[in-house]
Structure formats: structure tokens, C-alpha cells
């Protein structure tokens, strides 16, 4: 089996020496890659920057932008079985980075932003049989009505949410894991190596 992984947040650049990002640490997703190779399926990891080691026996393709982890993953998911998105993707990117370190000048600076592709939407239109598509949804409020409608609207075959109010780059996390066959899983508190553990033994 060959599982293809993402991981971490993407970096949209303002000039050549200034960017935009998130505060995702990558950690999930180098959990859920880690764990993948444990039980023996090839791993690619297509990760964005991340202060974290390479895992074992996984393939590490490293992007910065929205666009190159776009291009990576398309390039990667017709050999997989299974895509698992974990990364923090970028939905926004500066539409017209400057070539050269800006100048400061009195008044404000108005950057205008425009929407990246929707990388795990267009995997699940490309989905072939046999093909599955994990994704994730970090979400307020209604946490598995927005998760499932996501779910739907993507094409995904699971959605893990978890709450944005239990914050970035911890090390326990939370989810409840959604199927397209209507399930419910509850997941955590707990670190997540163990949270990656168990998402695999309910969808593998
Ligand atoms: N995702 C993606 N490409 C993007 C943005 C997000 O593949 N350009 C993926 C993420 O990796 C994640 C899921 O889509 O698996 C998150 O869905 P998204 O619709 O972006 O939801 P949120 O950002 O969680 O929330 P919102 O809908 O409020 O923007």
C-alpha cells in the first residue's frame, strides 16, 4: 500500500525576504506518516516548512507555497492508495509578490491576497476506485456539521476535525474522525502519536 501524506503550513511570499504563513507545527502529519511506515506502507510526506526530523523509511518531498505542495501532491497521488491531508494549506496567496525587498514608506501598506487552489478538492474530483481521501477540517462551533458538509463537497472518503480552540502546535490533540459512510469516531484527548494510530485503525 502507499499512503501520501501532507504536513505542516505554506509560505506565500510577500518579497523576496518576507512571507505569510500559519502557526501549524506539522506535527499531526508527521505522526500520521511515521505511523503509516510502522506498518509497512510506502510513505511519501509532501511537507511545507517544519522544525521537525525526517520520520523512518518515508520519502520527504519538501515545498514552500501552496502552489509547489499542489504540484507535488498531484504529481504523487495517481500512484497512491491513499491520500492523507494534513497540511495547513494556504487559502490565500499575495497576488503580486515584489521582486525586490519593499520599501517602507509613511502611509500603510495594502497587500491584496487571492484564493490558491483547493488541493484536496481536486484530488477528490481526480479520485479514481480503489483511490481513498482522508482530510482534515479544523473548525469552531459546529464542528461535525461543517466537517460532514466538507466531507460531502470534497469528495473525501474521511474528515478528521478538530477544534481551533484547542490551538496550534501541541502535542495532545483532539478529533472526531467523520466517514462518507456516516461514522462517528471520537478521538482524544491524546498525544498524537496515538491519535494517528487510531485514525489507521479505523480507516485501514
Ligand atoms: N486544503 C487544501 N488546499 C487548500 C486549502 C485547504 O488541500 N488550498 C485542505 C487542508 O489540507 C485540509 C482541508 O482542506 O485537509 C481543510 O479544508 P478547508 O476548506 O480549507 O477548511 P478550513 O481551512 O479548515 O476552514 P474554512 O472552510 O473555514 O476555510
Known amino acids: 500500500m502507499k499512503i501520501l501524506v501532507t504536513a505542516g503550513p505554506t509560505r506565500e511570499k510577500i518579497d523576496p525576504v518576507r512571507y505569510i504563513t500559519n502557526f501549524s507545527s506539522g506535527k499531526m502529519g508527521y505522526a500520521l506518516a511515521r505511523e503509516a511506515a510502522r506498518r509497512g506502507a510506502g510513505v511519501v510526506l509532501v511537507s511545507g516548512p517544519v522544525a521537525l526530523p525526517a520520520p523512518e523509511n518515508v520519502r520527504v518531498v519538501n515545498v514552500e507555497s501552496a502552489a509547489e505542495m499542489f504540484d507535488a501532491v498531484a504529481r504523487e497521488f495517481p500512484s497512491c492508495d491513499l491520500l492523507v491531508m494534513a497540511a495547513a494549506v494556504a ?83 483532539r478529533i472526531i474522525l467523520l466517514s462518507a459512510a456516516g461514522t462517528e469516531l471520537e478521538i482524544g484527548p491524546a498525544p498524537k502519536a496515538e491519535i494517528a494510530r487510531r485514525i489507521f485503525d479505523a480507516i485501514l
Not at 105 to 131: F, H, N, Y
Not at 139 to 165: F, M, P, Q
Open 91 to 173: 487559502d490565500y496567496r499575495v497576488a503580486h509578490p515584489a521582486a525586490e525587498k519593499l520599501k517602507k514608506s509613511p502611509g500603510d501598506l495594502v497587500l491584496t491576497l487571492e484564493r490558491t487552489a483547493d488541493i484536496l478538492a481536486e484530488m477528490g474530483r481526480r479520485k479514481t476506485p480503489g483511490q481513498k481521501i482522508l482530510g482534515f477540517a479544523a473548525e469552531s462551533g459546529d464542528l461535525a456539521g461543517r466537517a460532514r458538509e466538507k466531507l460531502h463537497r470534497k469528495n473525501l472518503d474521511w474528515i478528521a476535525a478538530n477544534l481551533v480552540a484547542d490551538g496550534f502546535g501541541t502535542d495532545d490533540d
